[in-house]
C-alpha cells in the first residue's frame, strides 16, 4: 500500500508549546520533511515520523522534549500533543498527561557522570477496523 502521512502537531510542556508539519512518501523514512524541532521557552520538541512498515499505511510519530540545561524538571510537569491530518484537518489524537520522571545514568553510577530526568507517554496503536 503506498501511502504518504500529512499531519500537523502541536506539543506543549507546562503550557509551553511548539508546533511542526511533517510530511513523508511512502517508503521513505529518511526525509528531511519526516522531522522538525521546535523552540520553546526553556527547551525543545524534537518530532520525527518514521515507516517502519511500507507495506502497511501505519506510521509512527516519536515527540521528545529536551530542557534546557538550566532548566528543572518536576514531577507533575504537564504534556499535551494534538495531532491534525494535513490533508481534512481531522483531529487524529488529542492528549494532555502529567508525568513523574525517572533518572537514568546512561555512564553509570559516580562523581562526573551525568544523569538524566526521563518519563515515557505511549499510546497504543488504534485498534483494527
Not at 500537523?8 to 510530511?23: K, P
Not at 512498515?53 to 504534556?79: C, H, K, M, R
Not at 513523574?100 to 515515557?120: H, V
Request: net charge negative; charged share 20%; aromatic share 6%.
Amino acid at each position: 500500500m503506498n501511502a504518504s502521512a500529512h499531519i500537523e502537531v502541536r506539543a506543549c510542556w507546562n503550557g509551553r508549546c511548539g508546533e511542526a508539519t511533517l510530511s513523508s512518501d511512502p517508503g521513505n523514512s529518511l526525509s528531511p520533511a519526516n522531522s522538525a524541532n521546535a523552540v520553546v521557552d526553556g527547551g525543545r520538541f524534537g518530532f520525527s515520523l518514521f515507516d517502519l512498515d511500507p507495506t502497511n499505511a501505519q506510521w509512527e510519530l516519536s515527540i521528545g522534549f529536551t530542557a534546557d540545561v538550566d532548566t528543572e524538571l518536576e514531577d507533575g510537569d504537564v504534556y499535551s500533543v494534538s495531532i491534525i491530518d494535513a490533508d481534512t484537518q481531522r483531529e487524529l489524537v488529542s492528549f494532555e498527561r502529567d508525568v513523574s520522571y525517572g533518572e537514568l545514568q546512561p555512564n553509570g553510577e559516580g562523581p562526573g557522570c551525568t544523569s538524566c530526568d526521563t518519563a515515557d507517554i505511549k499510546l497504543p496503536p488504534p485498534a483494527a477496523q
